[in-house]
């Protein structure tokens, strides 16, 4: 359980990092890729896309 939430944790972090350039390939707006704007200031929470990464890692890291 704790190493899925560093994992989510680490994919989050990276993902904010790299918002604009995943946002041109499609990653970002998926369903469940939450945004909204409170006080002036946007947040995005991108659970879809996390999770979507993680399996993706998850499956490399199988057959590697």
């Known amino acids: 359980m704790i190493r899925w939430l560093i994992g989510v944790f680490i994919v989050l972090m990276l993902f904010g990092q790299f918002h604009r350039w995943l946002e041109r390939i499609g990653l970002g707006r998926l369903p469940g890729d939450f945004r909204f704007r409170l006080f002036g200031r946007e947040f995005f929470l991108p659970f879809a896309s996390s999770v979507l990464i993680c399996v993706v ?3 490399v ?4």
């Not at 890291?61 to 590697?64: S, T």
């Open 61 to 64: 890291g199988k057959f590697i």
């Open 57 to 59: 890692i998850l499956l």
